[in-house]
């Protein structure tokens, strides 16, 4: 079994920051990518970030030049440094990774349960 747990959402004010991280444990052989989708409340969850595991990243045009996100590969571990945030960031956040479980089993996604994060004064 798989659990990726997330940490770190909560409520700021525009213009402020925080920092998720989500954590990968349990029969795990390999993961390749790790990222972040959210969904704001009557819209679509949306990638947010993706980092491969030789690091190379993906961010949505949205959040490009504000948020960051990086991985320990060693620890199964993802966080995403979201600066300057507004309103228009609010949602849940769900952690992701693509990982396979063992050698001779095929890659698939697991998620998160999601962390709220409200951008509002």
């Known amino acids: 079994q798989v659990q990726l747990v997330e940490s770190g959402g909560g409520l700021v004010q525009p213009g402020g920051s925080l920092r998720l991280s989500c954590a990968a444990s349990?029969?795990?052989?390999?993961?390749?990518?790790m990222g972040w989708y959210r969904q704001a409340p009557g819209k679509q969850r949306e990638l947010v970030a993706s980092i491969t595991r030789d690091s190379t990243t993906t961010y949505a045009d949205s959040v490009k030049d504000r948020f960051t996100i990086s991985r320990d590969g060693a620890k199964n571990t993802v966080w995403l440094q979201m600066n300057s945030l507004k309103p228009e960031d609010t949602g849940v956040y769900y952690c992701?990774?693509?990982?396979?479980?063992?050698?001779?089993?095929?890659?698939?996604?697991?998620w998160g349960q999601g962390t709220q994060v409200t951008v509002s004064s």
């Open positions: 992701y990774a693509r990982l396979r479980r063992s050698v001779s089993t095929s890659y698939y996604i697991d």
């Open positions: 349990g029969s795990i052989f390999s993961i390749s990518n």
